[in-house]
């Protein structure tokens, strides 16, 4: 089973720049369909992006396509989700998680394995 580790998060001003982390241990991460998911406050957790085994494809969610930038180095077992033009309503916890499935899913519901979140508050 695959521990997940986020880190990289913290607060930045509007129309700043994060590259979140997320290091794995337990599993080799490239048998790992990967994703990134956030929980804003007082809101539903809601799909970011996803990435597959070897990298080749990704896909994201319409509100951060342009800005985010999902990628995976299975090498050193982190994938990194490089997020630009940060605005508030980016404010939220975010989790990376895996899944064995070979597919490209959005729902949070297909992927069993989490991290415990980091935190990233974008200040106006």
């Known amino acids: 089973q695959v521990q997940l580790v986020e880190s990289g998060g913290g607060l930045v001003q509007a129309g700043g720049s994060l590259r979140l982390s997320c290091a794995a241990s337990g599993r080799t991460l490239s048998t790992y369909q990967m994703g990134w998911f956030r929980q804003p406050p007082g809101k539903e957790r809601e799909f970011v992006a996803t990435?597959?085994?070897?990298?080749?494809?990704?896909y994201y969610a319409d509100f951060v396509k342009g800005r985010f930038t999902i990628s995976r180095d299975n090498t050193k077992n982190t994938v990194y989700l490089q997020m630009n033009s940060l605005q508030p309503e980016d404010t939220a916890v975010y989790c990376c998680?895996?899944?064995?499935?070979?597919?490209?899913?959005?729902?949070?519901?297909?992927?069993?394995?989490w991290g415990q979140g980091t935190q990233v508050t974008v200040s106006s």
């Open positions: 990435i597959s085994r070897g990298g080749s494809s990704t």
């Open positions: 998680a895996a899944t064995l499935r070979l597919l490209t899913s959005s729902s949070p519901n297909d992927y069993p394995y």
